[in-house]
Structures are given as structure tokens and as C-alpha cells.
């Protein structure tokens, strides 16, 4: 432990405890009752000004079909909507999963569990070509779930079961799926989901490039790398929203650069800062709302089971065993807890703390005698890819774990990896020996299970196939009693904790999210999109 503490020390002093996903954590600033500090809103919401979002990254391309990375999807929720989404407000958690109407004002669900009947409210697309402001109607929805299943990706496998889509009428759509499947409404929330206008599933629009939906906020300009510039959508269906004129999505890399801006008032959400950032910023702008929550992701430690030793399991679960995630979360993040193969922010969906931490305990001695079991009593060397695109967190995680794993004997060369090819070439083809990133926000267990971990799973990227595992996983979607699944759901965690050990889980945290104090009724949920930016005014 003394060498790990110099090393903190060092990389204090060296200025590199800097704010992790500063994109992905920007939606967290909230009003949440007892979450921030105290402020009371003067009068009723005000229309006007510019709303400044400063990234650590932009995307490599703005379609929301053909992308999963959350800077695509972060910016994709100002411009589309879903059929359903998940409520927010000041009554709501952060990370409640509550389906509400969105395009979609009304639907059905047969007895049988397999016939869903969506009634589409009167909406209408951005007055932008070739689309002109016309009605949304249920061939948009129907050309929409056509094109992502006909995509390859995450995107698809949320429609698996499906069997047909119908235009019932020009306002229904009827969606009849193979057999009954328990997470079909929430991935009709989830933000990966978007509705298109059909002339832009035809081909009439550049949508690595432009986005014509029927948000809050219609895109005026991206320069790549650069900004993103969003005008308030006068058509928009709900009445008299959104408040603000214009919403700013500005590239800024360096975070103190970031930090300096939003100190200025150039800025209203610059993301997650670590603890010394936040009390620093703190001690110039006190009258700041901060807000904490748990984080609806995790750090994930994976790695290629197709390669030498990674397909001994003794050598996996001794990694696992040589991480000190208390220490790290505490010392990197400042606070969060053991996470499991479902993410704790999905509530009782998780494992309870306890039985995740006895699961994954830290023991180097016990994993030192694994390693010598599975022929490695010297350790190994290896490389290990991170990317910097979240921030520097996430490599000072990928840092700690390397000086954990040689404690045991492990020498770990890190390798950092600029964003867009981790995101899109390294991970996804199982092009590394080990890795340390952060996983998507998954909105349903099926996704932290399934998807990652069956033989056939879109996220699959591990090289991961166990029989016994893939009959649990297809099994655990078909039960409709929610009290039945969530424990089909933590037997599944169970069994791949003692025998997978693959992605290892490692901590989520505890994010600190500062804003502006004139900013009044921000409402963010724990998915992506700016969507709820519709709410947002500014008191000033």
C-alpha cells in the first residue's frame, strides 16, 4: 500500500484527478429534492437565452441507428423523441425507470403479451428539407424500427422479438412480437430508440451529418470537433416548451479549460468534477448547485477470453481478487461502492451491496495462489487499452488496477487509445488483451446481461461463450412476474461471478455535477439525451 499511496500522491500533484465522462455526466445536474444545495426559483419560467454545454469529445457521426457512443446520444435527444420515455421531474429519481408517452400518447398490451398498439399523439417534424414541418404519422415509426433492425448493432437486438410492424392507420402502429418478452416497453424508452422522419431512413438526409426529429430543439449547424448549435423548435407538441432560444454544444478537450469557462459564466454544464475540482470551484463560485448521484454506469475490467492466460478462469478471477476498488473509488472518484454485473442504478435489479462485495472480495494473497494453480506463480506480462476520450479518471483508474495487478505479479503495459478508435474499432473487435473503459448506460437488466454476455450478444465484445449461461440469459427475458425475473436475475449475477468473471465490474460511482445557480428546473434522468433541456430556464 505504501508504493500505491506515493503513486496517489504524485499523480495529485501532478494535477491528473480530473472529472471522468465530462459529456456523459453533464446530464446530472438536478433539482432532485435534498440532492444539491438550497435555492429557491424567483418566478415562473422565463423564455430566452442560450443554454452552454462544454464536452470533453464530440462523435464520429450523429446517426443514432449506425452509433451507441453517448456523445451521438447525448446530442441526439435535443432533436428526437422515442414513442415512450422514462419520466422526469422534480418528484422523480435520477435513476427511476418510469415509461411515459412521449410520441406515443397511448398504447395497449394484449392478454397475451405479444400484440403492443401505440397511439401517436399530433407532433410534428422540424421545418427543415426535405421533411418541411409535416405531421409524424406510423409510417415514420414503422420505416424507423424497419431500418434498426436491418442495421447491425445494439440497436437491433433490442427488437429481436419482434415479429412484424404494422401502420394500422396513420396514427397506430401495432408492433406483434414472437412470443411474450418481458423488457419490450422499456426498450421502446430506451435511448437508443429514436424516431425518424421516413425521408430520412430513404436516404433524403445526411444523417452522419444533420438531424431533422421532432424535439425541443432542432440543429442548425455542426462543425465537427467544433460545436453544435440548436434553435428552440416553435412547433414543438409540448405547448409553451421549450423555454430557452438556443442550446450551445461547444468541444472543449482540456478540462481546465472547461472549469475556467464555467467559473466566467461562459458556460451552464461542464459535467462531473473529481472532489478537488469541485472544492476548488467552490471556493470562487459558492453560490453553486451541485449535485450527487450514483452513476448509471460502471468501471468495467475486460478482457479477451480467445486469448492466452485469459481463458483460465482461475487466472480471471484472480485479477478480480487483486483490485482494491474501496481504496480506488474513494481515492479516484471520492466515494461509491463495489458494483456488480447489473448496475446498482438499477435499484433492486442489482445484487445487494454486501453479496456483491463477498462475491468480489480483495484478496492478493488468495489471487497470488490462483495464479500459481493456473501455471503463472511468476504472473505474466500483458497490455491493458484505455481511452482518454471520457477524461483523465478513467485512466487514473486503468493506472491503479496496473499497480494492483502487479502486486500479484502482473505487469501491465497501458496503452491509451484515442476515443473514436476504442469506441469503434479496438473494443468492439476484441482487438486487446485486457481493458478498462466505462460501459453504456443500459436501462434494463436484459442489456447488462444478455447483451454483454451471451454467446450472440450485440456487446459481446469479450469472446464470451458459456451454453449453461446463454439458456439462463434467454430464459430470464420471457418472465413476465417482475418479483420472478429480478430473482432469475440475481441467481444469473451469481453464477457469472463465481464462474465467468468477465467484464469484471469494478466501482460506480458517486458523481459531482456543478451548475449555474440561475439555472432553474433541470430535471435529468439516467439515460442519455438532453432532451429534458425542454424544461430548463434561465433565472437571470
Known sequence: MDKKLTSIVRLLILGL???AISACSSDTSSNEPGTESSEVASSEPKSGGTYTILSAADPDMLDPHRQSSIYTHMMAGLVYNKLVTYETGPDVEFTDYNVVPDLAESWEISEDGKVYTFHLREAYWHDKEPVNGRQVTAEDVVATMERIINLPGHQAALLSEVDNIEAKDPQTVVFTLKQPFAPFLNFMANHFMWILPKEAVDGQVDLATDAIGTGPFVLEKWED??????????NYFEEGKPYLDEVIYKVVPEQGSRIAAFRTGQAEAIGSLSPEELAQLQKTNPDIAVFDALFPTQEQLYMNMEREPFTDLRVRKAISMAVDRKSMVEAIYGGGETSGPVNPSLGDWALPLEERETLQPFDPEEAKKLLAEAGYPNGFDTTMIVTNGYGEQLVRVAQWVAEDLRNIGINVEIEIVEYATYFSERWPNVDYDMGIGYQTYFQEPDEWLRTQLHTDGSRNWYNISDPELDKMLDEQRM????????????????????????????TTYYTKTPRQPYTRDVYPHASYGYGYLKNVWLDK
Open 479 to 506: 418472465i413476465l412476474d417482475v418479483e420472478e425475473r429480478k430473482q432469475y436475475v440475481h441467481e444469473i449475477q451469481r453464477y457469472v461471478l463465481e464462474n465467468l468473471v468477465n467484464p469484471v465490474p469494478l
Open 225 to 234: 470537433n467544433v460545436q453544435a448549435t440548436y434553435k428552440k423548435n416553435p
Open 17 to 19: 484527478l480530473i472529472a
